[in-house]
């Protein structure tokens, strides 16, 4: 199997704040990455470099054969890179059904009926469609991060980044989103989900990645990631740590 | 009585200054600039017009098919030139950047026009008035400024809400980042703004032109109008800037009534009003900041 995204000595910095530094990792097609790391480990940066969204200080993407390190955000969602915000950032003065429909008629350029039907099955895939025609300002969470998805999903994606989708979801509210990602991965889109909670990200993953201070900690078998010492330790901290902290 | 009288001219006289404004607000709206050339390219397109008229003697309404073009594409180019490069570097850069182009084009027009006034010959339609009552006459031309005026802003309000194109520039306006993940370019839907705001700019300046005398130093009076008629209507918002307008409107020409050297002054003080007691506008959007 080829790799779909492929991010090589990917570097960015913020001042003296190095939030990515010489990060390398390839993503096959039809597969599922998880990323996992401590707040502050370049998760969500590292996303907002492979939309386009952040230039690189350095380092090269390539998506589906082609390197797109220099291409315009809007360029690359058009080639097929969507992505799902972690605080959700709706179209506020947008219905929901006007907000995917942006989604369909630019990322995937369906326009008119097409476009309409194209929003029409991203919302009720999401769930959403009872909602199609509230504000989206007007959504609670848990909407909101639905309605994300369903944006990201009327772009018609071949790649699928998604920043804490599950984040602030209750134990119920789990198992179909988890079905959800499962079956988007089972249909052939390519999907990267950055995720605290461990274990929804293990039901999916076929890889998982783990991020610090914007490099890469481990990387390969979810559960051998997790059992990594390393890992272990960014996660949990160290004895001294502990006791320094109290 | 002729205080109906002013506030019936006042109101017609608003759909001009709402003809002016509609680009500032839409620039604002969508990109958050602050362009303080508006005023000055106003003036150019008076002076487009008037050169048109002048020198090649066409007709004042005909000059608006060549006006309205060449203004549309002076924003396009002036957007991707200028406009977007100044966005990325704070929030006071591209306000520089309008600042010095007002500048520099009020001192070319000098250069080229001179500082004498001009203004763009209509014909009878500049006097020409419907008698309504003893004491209210319309003019025929400021009636057809209101009618425009309405019309720009109702059009432009239809564009946004109901077009593919205006869509994507509410998105942007929204959320320009998540906006572009939805495949929309925001470079090129500014660059498309900036256009049809000087469009409309480029209408307003021939209208202006027709109704009264102008010199290149215009565009600061014409400017500070257009800002008044924005924030008195509500920053982002369109039907606001219309009534924006027409609220300044009858403002100076009640001001006139009380006596001639009054009318900027009272349009001065009710927009300082508004600012004070009602500083989100009348009809208020919030902005994002």
Request: glycine share 12%; hydrophobic share 40%; net charge positive.
């Given at each position: 199997?080829?790799?779909?995204?492929?991010?090589?000595?990917?570097?960015?910095?913020?001042?003296?704040?190095?939030?990515?530094?010489?990060?390398?990792?390839?993503?096959?097609?039809?597969?599922?990455?998880?990323?996992?790391?401590?707040?502050?480990?370049?998760?969500?940066?590292?996303?907002?470099?492979?939309?386009?969204?952040?230039?690189?200080?350095?380092?090269?993407?390539?998506?589906?054969?082609?390197?797109?390190?220099?291409?315009?955000?809007?360029?690359?969602?058009?080639?097929?890179?969507?992505?799902?915000?972690?605080?959700?950032?709706?179209?506020?003065?947008?219905?929901?059904?006007?907000n995917v429909y942006v989604g369909a008629a630019f990322g995937a350029s369906q326009h008119g009926q097409v476009g309409y039907e194209a929003a029409a099955r991203a919302l009720e895939t999401t769930g959403l469609l009872h909602l199609s025609e509230k504000p989206a300002g007007s959504l609670r969470l848990l909407d909101r991060k639905r309605l994300e998805l369903a944006r990201a999903l009327a772009t018609n994606p071949s790649l699928i980044l998604l920043d804490e989708i599950a984040g602030g979801l209750t134990e119920k509210e789990l198992p179909p989103l988890i079905e959800l990602i499962r079956g988007l991965r089972d249909s052939g889109v390519t999907v990267v989900w950055i995720e605290h909670i461990v274990h929804a990200l293990t039901a999916v993953v076929d890889e998982l990645m783990c991020l610090a201070l914007g490099r890469v900690l481990a990387i390969g078998d979810p559960h051998e990631v997790m059992r990594s010492p390393e890992v272990i330790e960014v996660y949990l901290g160290s004895t001294f740590d502990l006791g320094e902290v109290s | 009585m002729g205080w109906l009288n002013a506030v019936v001219q006042g109101v017609l006289l608003g759909g001009l200054y709402a003809l002016l404004a509609a680009g500032l607000s839409l620039m604002f709206g969508v990109m958050r600039i602050v362009n303080l050339a508006h005023g000055v390219l106003a003036v150019v397109a008076a002076y487009m017009g008037y050169f048109l008229v002048d020198k090649l003697h066409w007709s004042a309404f005909l000059t608006l098919i060549v006006v309205i073009p060449a203004m549309a594409g002076i924003g396009y180019v002036l957007q991707l030139g200028l406009l977007n490069p100044a966005l990325g570097r704070g929030g006071l850069a591209p306000i520089l950047v309008t600042f010095g182009l007002a500048v520099v084009i009020t001192n070319l027009l000098q250069q080229f026009f001179s500082a004498d006034t001009h203004s763009i010959q209509t014909g009878t339609i500049a006097t020409d008035s419907i008698h309504i009552t003893d004491d209210i006459s319309i003019g025929v031309f400021s009636l057809l400024t209101f009618v425009v005026g309405v019309v720009v802003i109702a059009g432009l309000q239809m564009y946004l809400s109901r077009t593919r194109g205006g869509r994507a520039m509410r998105a942007t306006s929204d959320d320009k980042d998540a906006a572009q993940l939805m495949g929309i370019d925001n470079k090129r839907i500014y660059a498309k703004a900036t256009a049809i705001a000087l469009g409309i700019v480029g209408l307003a300046g021939v209208f202006l032109g027709m109704r009264t005398q102008f010199s290149p130093t215009a565009g600061d009076a014409t400017l500070i109008f257009a800002f008044e008629a924005v924030i008195i209507g509500g920053l982002g918002s369109l039907w606001g800037t219309l009534i924006g307008g027409m609220v300044l409107g009858v403002a100076q020409a009640v001001g006139a009534q009380i006596n001639p050297a009054y009318g900027i002054l009272i349009g001065n003080l009710v927009f300082l009003a508004i600012l004070a007691f009602r500083p989100t506008g009348l009809l208020q959007k919030a902005v994002n900041s």
């Open positions: 199997m080829s790799s779909l995204l492929e991010v090589r000595g990917l570097s960015k910095r913020f001042g003296s704040v190095v939030t990515a530094e010489n990060i390398s990792f390839d993503v096959k097609q039809g597969t599922a990455l998880g990323i996992v790391g401590p707040n502050g480990a370049g998760k969500s940066t590292l996303l907002s470099l492979i939309t386009g969204v952040l230039p690189v200080d350095a380092g090269t993407i390539t998506f589906d054969g082609r390197d797109i390190t220099k291409e315009r955000a809007a360029n690359r969602t058009k080639a097929g890179i969507a992505r799902s915000f972690q605080i959700p950032r709706p179209f506020v003065d947008m219905t929901v059904f006007e | -």
